[in-house]
């Protein structure tokens, strides 16, 4: 069958899922520390504990730049690594049940120009191109991925194309029309053969080839 292997996802979207949860329980213990930390106006025998600090106490010590803003500056290390872990991270190739022919990783611009990463699969009209999906609960935990499929703007057939992906959204570009759709992170392969069938039969009917 062309699906990706499921053991295999199931390790990689586990994995992501331990490593970012990691890094924000970091990110809120350093803060809590900050919190619960004395500061330099405390008085008493040693720290207390979180649930009997006062609210008065909490405020005092958050208002104190020189032991809470150090804190607040470690918290952010293992938040800015999680955000940057959800925004970059991909599955490998082989995990998602893909082979190494005809397949870039690489980073495209979106409109805001930012690094957009993701697989590029280049066909014979066009490219497809495999991106995380940061806009639902499925994609932010690898269950789904953006499927793309760009097609030169004057490419004829593009209604047929995408109706067959049964296609979500249209976006026009200056060169190019973007297909889009959200697929199960393990249909990728079976999607990929499907789109590269459907077009190569298109582009056959369009332009057959000349008699020899």
């Not at 690489?106 to 990463?117: A, C, T």
């Amino acid at each position: 069958m062309l699906r990706g292997p499921i053991t295999t996802i199931r390790l990689v979207q586990i994995s992501y899922v331990i490593l970012v949860s990691v890094c924000i329980t970091g990110s809120i213990l350093f803060l809590s520390n900050s919190i619960m930390t004395p500061t330099s106006t405390d008085t008493g025998p040693g720290p207390q504990l979180f649930e009997n600090i006062s609210f008065d106490t909490a405020v005092a010590r958050i208002s104190d730049p020189l032991s809470f803003f150090p804190n607040i500056l470690w918290a952010f290390i293992p938040l800015t690594i999680a955000i940057f872990i959800i925004a970059f991270y991909l599955p490998t190739r082989s995990s998602l049940g893909l082979s190494k022919s005809h397949f870039q990783k690489k980073s495209q611009l979106n409109r805001f120009n930012l690094p957009v990463r993701g697989y590029t699969i280049n066909l014979d009209t066009g490219y497809i191109r495999i991106t995380r999906k940061l806009s639902s609960l499925s994609g932010l935990l690898l269950r789904e991925m953006n499927f793309t499929v760009n097609l030169p703007l004057d490419y004829a057939d593009k209604k047929r194309i995408f109706d067959f992906l049964v296609g979500e959204k249209v976006n026009y570009t200056k060169t190019h029309v973007l297909l889009q759709k959200t697929v199960k992170i393990r249909n990728i392969p079976l999607l990929i053969v499907r789109t590269k069938a459907i077009i190569a039969t298109v582009d056959t009917t369009i332009d057959p080839p000349s008699p020899k």
